[in-house]
DNA sequence: GTGCCTCGAGTTCC
DNA sequence: CTCGAGGCAC
C-alpha cells in the first residue's frame, strides 16, 4: 500500500489522478458516513488520515479536480471501534454436507434427476480439500484489490480491508484482471506457524489460542493491521463473487485462471470424471490429512461445468451444484453433570446437558444441547430408537460430538461405565422460570410452556429476537444489554415499545443510565440514535422482529410482499379471524371424528365433520376470502395463518403490536423489478417437459419474477404445455388464457 | 397418501 | 448446524 511519505501527486498524469482521486473520495464518503450512521468506522485512523492526506494532495496539485472536491470539509478521523460493514454483491453461501458415502451418492443422483441426465451421462466434478479456516471475499475494480470483507451471515460481512493487505498471498494488484473481480477464498494458518505463534504468546505470557482456525479468526479480526501483520495468516481462493466476464467455462480452469492471477489454490485439486474418482480423491486427501500441514475438514465437490453450475442454481443458503463431504467428527468421552431446562422465545423447553469440560476438536465443550425429552430417553421424532435406544442418566459416561464441527451433541452413552448412583432425569411438566403449566401438543417433540407474555424467560426471548440481527438490528441492543434492561427496575424494558420510549419516559432517562456503571454521555446518547435510526423500518423486519411463531424471515418477507402495508396486513387478519377459528374448529372436529370412527371400527367422515364445524362458525364471505388471500399466499398455510390470526386476536400480544406500531414509519418492500417479459405473471407448467425438467423449469421461470403455480385459475398469465396435457390445458382452453409449448416458453424468456 | 424441499427454531463456543 | 414440521408436488 502506498504509504503518505512516498506519494508524489506530481508524478501523475490527469487521468491517473483523477481515477485515483474518485477513489479516495467515495472511500472517504463511505468512511464517514458509517462513522456517523453506524458508529462503526470502515477503516483504521491511520488509513483515514493517509488517504485524506492523499486526496488534498490531488485537489492541491491538479485543478480541476479541486472543483469536483466533496470530502475536503468532512470531520476528521473516526475513532477506532469495531469494523464496518460491507454487503457483499453476491450472497456468500454455506455448503451443504455430505457425511458418508451414500450421501454423495444422493447428490449425484439429484443432480441428474435435476439436471434430467441419464445414470450414465457424463457429469463431472472438481474436488479439493475444505480448509478449516474462515471465508474471505475479495474485490478488485480494474485489478486494484478494493476492498475485503468476511462472510458474516452470507449478505454482508465486516470489512477486514486492512487487515487482509497485510496477507502475503492476497496479491494487492492484478494484472490483466476483469474490470470487477470478486475473489473467495479461506484464511487459514499452517500447524507451524500456529504453534510458533503460541510459544511466542507464551513466552510473552500472553493468551494461547485453542486452535489454527480460532488464531486464524482472531488474527483477521484485529482492529490494529499491524498485529494481522505480525500474524502468518495464508490463504487459498476456490470461489468467485462478482465478475464482469467470466473467467472459463469449468470450475477447474476457473481456479487455473486465478492461480495465473497471482492467487494461490489447493494443489489437492483434482478434475474428476467420474463418482467412483471423487471418493478416491476423497480416500487420498483423507490419507494425507495429518501431513497436510494445516487443517483441513473435508473434501469439497463441486460440478466442473460453470454452464450446468447456473442451471443448477442455489437453493435459499447453498448452491445445488457444491457439496462438502465432511470427515467423520471427532469424539470425546466424559461424563453428565446435569441437565438444565432452557426456555426458548416460544416457549419450548429445551433440556441441556452440563458436561464434565473435555476437549472435541480442539475446544473445550461443557454444555451440549439435548434437543428434546424423547431424546434423553433415546427416541427420536418417529420413536425409533438412537444410540440404540439407550436413555441417559446424569452421571453417565457420554460420548460427545461436535455436528459439524460446531454444536456439540451427545452420540452415545457407555452403560458399562453407569455409575450406581446415576439418576434417571425426570422432564418437567411446569415451566421452570415462571411455573406456568409446560404442555406436549399431540405429535409435537417439544414441550412448551404456556405462559405467553407471562413468562420473563419468553418475553426476553422475544425482546432479544426483535433486536436481533435479520428484524431492529439495534446497534449496542443485543441480547446482553435487552437483559439488563428488562431487570432493570427504573428504566425497564418489558416490551418493544418500551424500547422507543427510553430517552424520553421520564426526564431522568440519561441520569438513570449514568449511574449504571459503564454508561456514560456518549454511550447514552449513541444509543438513543441507534434506536432513533430504527424508528423508520423495513415493513417485513417489522413482521419478522414481533416474533409470531411460524411466522421467520421468508414469511414476513411473503406477507410484507403480498400487502405491502401494516395495516392492509393488520385489517385482513382481524378480518380472517372468524374463517381461522372455523378453520381450527374443523381440524380439531376432524381429529375427534377420526379417534371416534377408528373406536367405532366405521370409516371417518370427514368432509361431512369439516363442514358441519365451519357452519358453526358465522362465516361472512368478507372474512372467508381474508382468510383464502392470506392462506393463498405461496408459502403460507392454515399453520402459519393460524399462528398469525392467535397473535392478532390476543390482547397482550395486540397490546403490545399496536403500543409498537405507534412509534415506527413502516418501508414498503422493494418489489423486485424484474424487466424480464414474465417477470410477475402467474405460470404453470403441464405436460412432459423435454429439454427442462420441472423443477429446473420451476426455478428459472422464478428467477426471472414469475410465480409458478399448480393448478390453473383465474389467476394464471401463461400455461406451458408440453406433451400428455390433459385437463389443466382444457380448463386454460375454457379461461381464455395464453397457451405455449415448451419451445415457446424458451423463446419467450430468452435472453432475460 | 407419501415423499421431497424449505423454512423455522433452538443451540455452542470464540 | 441440525432437527422437526409445514407446504406442496407427485
Redesign the pocket.
Known amino acids: 500500500m502506498t504509504q503518505p511519505g512516498d506519494f508524489d501527486p506530481t508524478s501523475l498524469t490527469l487521468d491517473d489522478a483523477r481515477r485515483l482521486f474518485e477513489q479516495l473520495q467515495e472511500d472517504l464518503r463511505l468512511a464517514d458516513l458509517a462513522y456517523h450512521q453506524n458508529d462503526a468506522p470502515e477503516i483504521s485512523d491511520a488509513e483515514y488520515d493517509a488517504k485524506k492526506r492523499q486526496y488534498r494532495a490531488l485537489a492541491d496539485n491538479f485543478a480541476p479536480l479541486a472543483a469536483e472536491a466533496t470530502q475536503l470539509n468532512s470531520v476528521g478521523a473516526p475513532a477506532a471501534a469495531g469494523f464496518g460493514k460491507i454487503t457483499h454483491a453476491i450472497r456468500m453461501m454455506?455448503?451443504g454436507?455430505a457425511f458418508d458415502d451414500g450421501d454423495v451418492v444422493d447428490f449425484d443422483k439429484?443432480l441428474r434427476k435435476y439436471l434430467g441426465l441419464g445414470a450414465t451421462a457424463p457429469l463431472a466434478y472438481t474436488a479439493e480439500p475444505k480448509i478449516d479456516g474462515l471465508s474471505l471475499s475479495l474485490r478488485y475494480e480494474n485489478g486494484i484489490l478494493k476492498h475485503a470483507a468476511t462472510r458474516g451471515d452470507g449478505e454482508t460481512g465486516e470489512n477486514v480491508t486492512a487487515n487482509a493487505r497485510t496477507i502475503a498471498d492476497i496479491p494487492q494488484e492484478i494484472a490483466n484482471a476483469p474490470a470487477v473481480l470478486e475473489v473467495r477464498g479461506e484464511v487459514y494458518m499452517s500447524h507451524s506457524d500456529f504453534e510458533a505463534l503460541n510459544q511466542r504468546h507464551a513466552a510473552q505470557g500472553g493468551k494461547t489460542f485453542?486452535n489454527p482456525r480460532?488464531a486464524a479468526a482472531g488474527s483477521l479480526r484485529q482492529l490494529d493491521p499491524e498485529i494481522t501483520r505480525a500474524r502468518p495468516l495464508r490463504f487459498f481462493a476456490y470461489s468467485w463473487g462478482e465478475l464482469s466476464e467470466a473467467l472459463a467455462s469449468t470450475q477447474f480452469a476457473a481456479l487455473q485462471r486465478l492461480r495465473d492471477m497471482g492467487f494461490q489454490t489447493n494443489p489437492l485439486t483434482q478434475h474428476c470424471e467420474t463418482l467412483p474418482e471423487l471418493i478416491a480423491h476423497y480416500r487420498k486427501i483423507e490419507e494425507q490429512r495429518a501431513t497436510l500441514g494445516y487443517d483441513i475438514d473435508g473434501v469439497v465437490y463441486k460440478v466442473d461445468s460453470l454452464d450446468l453450475q447456473a442451471r443448477l442454481g442455489f437453493?435459499?443458503t447453498t448452491p445445488r451444484w457444491a457439496i462438502a463431504h465432511k470427515f467423520p467428527a471427532e469424539l470425546a468421552w466424559t461424563r453428565l453433570e446435569g441437565i438444565d431446562i432452557?426456555v426458548?422465545?416460544?416457549g419450548?423447553l429445551?433440556p441441556?446437558a452440563r458436561l464434565h469440560p473435555v476437549t472435541v476438536g480442539g475446544?473445550?465443550?461443557?454444555?451440549?444441547?439435548l434437543?428434546n425429552e424423547d431424546y434423553i430417553v433415546g427416541l427420536?421424532?418417529k420413536g425409533e430408537e438412537i444410540r440404540g435406544g439407550k436413555d441417559i442418566r446424569i452421571g453417565d459416561w457420554v460420548q460427545v460430538y461436535r455436528?459439524?464441527d460446531?454444536?456439540?451433541k451427545i452420540a452415545d452413552v457407555d452403560l458399562s461405565k453407569r455409575p450406581d448412583d446415576s439418576t434417571l432425569y425426570t422432564f418437567p411438566t411446569h415451566c421452570p422460570e415462571c411455573d406456568s403449566l409446560a404442555v406436549r401438543e399431540e405429535?409435537?417433540?417439544v414441550r412448551r410452556c404456556t405462559g405467553g407474555l407471562i413468562c420473563p424467560a419468553q418475553a426476553v426471548e422475544k425482546l432479544k429476537h426483535f433486536v436481533s440481527r435479520k428484524a431492529f438490528d439495534i446497534d449496542g441492543l443485543g441480547a446482553k444489554q435487552i437483559e439488563m434492561f428488562y431487570n432493570d427496575p427504573t428504566l425497564p424494558i418489558k416490551t418493544p415499545a418500551d424500547i422507543f420510549t427510553l430517552q424520553t419516559r421520564d426526564g431522568a432517562t440519561l441520569a438513570r443510565l449514568k449511574n449504571r456503571e459503564g454508561w456514560g454521555d456518549t454511550s447514552a446518547n449513541n444509543l438513543f440514535a441507534a434506536i432513533d435510526a430504527k424508528r423508520t423500518i423495513p415493513l417485513a423486519r417489522l413482521i419478522f422482529g414481533l416474533g409470531i411463531?411460524?411466522?421467520?424471515?421468508?414469511?414476513a418477507r411473503d406477507l410484507a410482499l403480498h400487502y405491502l402495508d401494516w395495516d392492509v396486513i393488520a385489517r385482513a387478519v382481524d378480518a380472517a379471524r372468524p374463517a381461522a377459528l372455523a378453520h381450527r374448529a374443523a381440524d380439531e372436529a376432524e381429529d375427534a371424528e377420526r379417534i371416534a370412527a377408528a373406536q367405532a371400527g366405521r370409516r371417518a367422515r370427514i368432509k361431512e365433520v369439516r363442514d358441519k364445524a365451519i357452519a358453526t362458525y358465522a362465516v361472512d364471505d368478507q372474512a372467508r376470502s381474508a382468510w383464502e388471500d392470506l392462506t393463498g399466499i405461496?408459502?403460507?398455510?392454515?399453520?402459519?395463518g393460524l399462528s398469525l390470526s392467535d397473535a392478532f386476536a390476543n390482547p397482550d400480544e395486540r397490546g403490545a403490536i399496536d403500543a409498537l406500531r405507534a412509534h415506527l414509519t413502516t418501508l414498503p418492500p422493494e418489489v423486485p423489478t424484474q424487466s424480464s417479459p414474465v417477470a410477475g405473471k402467474t405460470v404453470v407448467f403441464t405436460g412432459t417437459l423435454e429439454k427442462l425438467t420441472?423443477a429446473e423449469a420451476k426455478a428459472r421461470a422464478e428467477s426471472l419474477g414469475a410465480k409458478?403455480?399448480?393448478s390453473v385459475s383465474k389467476k394464471t398469465d401463461i400455461l406451458v404445455a408440453g406433451p400428455g396435457a390433459g385437463s389443466k390445458e382444457q380448463k386454460a382452453r375454457d379461461l381464455g388464457i395464453q397457451i405455449v409449448d415448451e419451445d415457446g416458453w424458451l423463446a419467450m424468456i430468452e435472453g432475460a
Open positions: 454455506s455448503l454436507n439429484g485453542a480460532n437453493r435459499s432452557q426458548g422465545r416460544t419450548a429445551s441441556v475446544v473445550v465443550v461443557s454444555n451440549a444441547t434437543h427420536d421424532s455436528a459439524g460446531v454444536i456439540p405429535g409435537d417433540a411463531r411460524h411466522v421467520g424471515e421468508v414469511g405461496d408459502g403460507i398455510g392454515a399453520t402459519l420441472r409458478v403455480a399448480g
